[in-house]
């Protein structure tokens, strides 16, 4: 068995083989003290490759606390002792190299250094991390003289997904085609997710009433802003318009629009969307306000899925 890719307290040490190489590099506004902060590390560093435990744990001060990324801690000498024996007593030390990225002074004689870290298999420069993570180390002057007193380990923060599809996927139930022809409203709308599953886009015409038919396209996705979904609308007729979508249950939707017609005339309605089955939604608009009056509600309205084209008879 290869000694210690995974030991508590051994991967937050990873950078400290590149502390004196990245010494041109200022991490402070007290060249002085970072100077000696820097050869304490590297102290440790020397000390852990060269596998002698008692020499290493002289380091740290007596009450000095490893911390790993699963929360395990060790406090004190002594454990960091009976640590790092049980450590050398394997076959071989992983290599560590790694980059701070700060350095802090918090008091006159505290020292908070961070940055990443990578465990290596074999010589660093000549292998790929087996494994990567960013450290926090506090170092302390006691006596004139700088100890470990902290240092702990952590993850890379997850990465952030590159679609919120998964913000998005409770209305993965639109995408399709939509038709209804009740007696005073005709429409038809179109759904498909856009590039990457960011948006929902429909396409859409109406006819209300009778009146001339009107069409246009929305937009739904995630706004990160405000941390909830959002559509912003255009339409045919030079109006536009943005709503707030809430989920009130699984088939049960809220819609708050407002929006501005071409002539500057403010708008704003609640539309609510229930979900009856995957081929068929209810729809209704209430408090609908067109420049300061009321105009009627839009009473229930059935929106069902188009049917696919049959297939082409086979010869």
């Known amino acids: 068995m290869k000694r210690t890719l995974f030991l508590l307290g051994v991967a937050v040490l990873a950078w ?34 060269a596998a002698k435990p008692e020499d290493l744990v002289a380091l740290f001060t007596d009450d000095a606390t490893l911390v ?10 002594a454990e960091l002792l ?35 870290f990578g465990l290596h298999a074999g010589k660093p420069s000549e292998s ?26 952590y993850p890379h923060p997850a990465p952030e997904p590159e679609s919120n599809y998964h913000r998005l996927s409770a209305l993965e139930w639109m995408v399709g085609d939509w038709v209804d022809e ?35 396209t929305q937009w739904i996705g995630w706004d990160p802003q405000s941390s909830q979904i959002k559509s912003w609308v255009f339409d045919s007729q030079g109006g536009q318009g943005s709503a707030i979508w809430t989920q009130k249950s699984p088939n049960h939707w809220t819609i708050k629009n407002t929006g501005t017609l071409r002539d500057g005339r403010a708008t704003s309605s609640t539309q609510v969307i229930t979900v009856v089955n995957k081929d068929a939604v ?34």
């Open 16 to 49: 400290i083989s590149l502390v004196v190489h990245a010494a041109d590099k200022p991490l402070s506004d007290r060249p002085d003290d970072e100077k000696t902060v820097r050869a304490l590390l590297a102290d440790f560093s020397a000390r852990y490759n």
């Open 68 to 77: 790993n990324g699963d929360g395990d801690v060790l406090r004190g000498r």
């Open 82 to 116: 009976d640590h790092y024996k049980s450590a050398f007593d394997q076959e071989q030390i992983a290599q560590l190299r790694g980059t701070p990225q700060s350095m802090r002074f918090l008091t006159a004689d505290v020292a908070q250094i961070d940055g990443d």
């Open 128 to 153: 790929e991390p087996v494994q990567t993570g960013r450290f926090s180390v506090l170092a302390v002057r006691k006596s004139g003289h700088w100890k470990l007193a902290e240092v702990r380990d």
């Open 182 to 216: 009740s007696e005073n409203i005709k429409s038809a709308s179109s759904i498909r997710w856009a590039e990457n599953e960011n948006f929902l886009v429909r396409t859409y015409t109406v006819q209300i009433g009778g009146a001339a038919s009107m069409s246009g």
């Open 282 to 315: 209810r729809l209704s608009a209430t408090d609908r306000v067109t420049d300061g009056e009321t105009a009627p509600d839009i009473d229930e309205v059935i929106m069902v899925r188009k049917p696919p084209p049959p297939s082409a008879a086979k010869p």
